[in-house]
Nanobody, 126 residues
Framework: QVQLVESGGGLVQAGGSLRLSCIVS????????MGWFRQAPGKDREFVSA????????YYADSVKGRFTISRDNAKNTVYLQMNSLKPEDTAVYYCATPRRSYFLSTMSSAGYDYWGQGTQVTVSS
C-alpha cells in the first residue's frame, strides 16, 4: 500500500521561506517520479513542480520558477519542496503525488498521478 505523508507547512510572512517534505512508503521510491501540486480555496488544483526518479530532471510552473526548488533523497524515500520568497498568492494546501507507473513522469497534469498525500497547509501573510 503506497502512502505519502507531507509535512512542513505553516504560517509565514511574505518574503519568507518554508521547506515541505513528503515521505513515501510502500514502494521502491527511487524508480518513480514525484510531483507537487497546490490548491487554493475556490480554485482548481494546480501543478507546482515535478522531479524524475533519478533527480536529474526538474520542472516548475512559471509562477514558482526561480523561487521554489524540488529535490529528492532516494535513501530517505523523501521528496522536498524548498519555497523561498513566498507571496500571499502561494497560500494553498500543498500535495505531493506519484504515478502508478515506474520510470514515468507527468510534468503538468494531475491526471498523470495516482497516489496523493493528505496535504499540508501553507499560509503566507502580507
Amino acid at each position: 500500500q503506497v502512502q505519502l505523508v507531507e509535512s512542513g507547512g505553516g504560517l509565514v510572512q511574505a518574503g519568507g521561506s518554508l521547506r515541505l517534505s513528503c515521505i513515501v512508503s510502500g514502494r521502491t521510491f527511487s524508480i518513480y517520479g514525484m510531483g507537487w501540486f497546490r490548491q487554493a480555496p475556490g480554485k482548481d488544483r494546480e501543478f507546482v513542480s515535478a522531479i524524475n526518479w533519478g533527480g536529474t530532471g526538474t520542472y516548475y510552473a512559471d509562477s514558482v520558477k526561480g523561487r521554489f526548488t524540488i529535490s529528492r533523497d532516494n535513501a530517505k524515500n523523501t521528496v522536498y519542496l524548498q519555497m523561498n520568497s513566498l507571496k500571499p498568492e502561494d497560500t494553498a494546501v500543498y500535495y505531493c503525488a506519484t504515478p502508478r507507473r515506474s520510470y514515468f513522469l507527468s510534468t503538468m497534469s494531475s491526471a498523470g498521478y495516482d497516489y496523493w498525500g493528505q496535504g499540508t497547509q501553507v499560509t503566507v501573510s502580507s
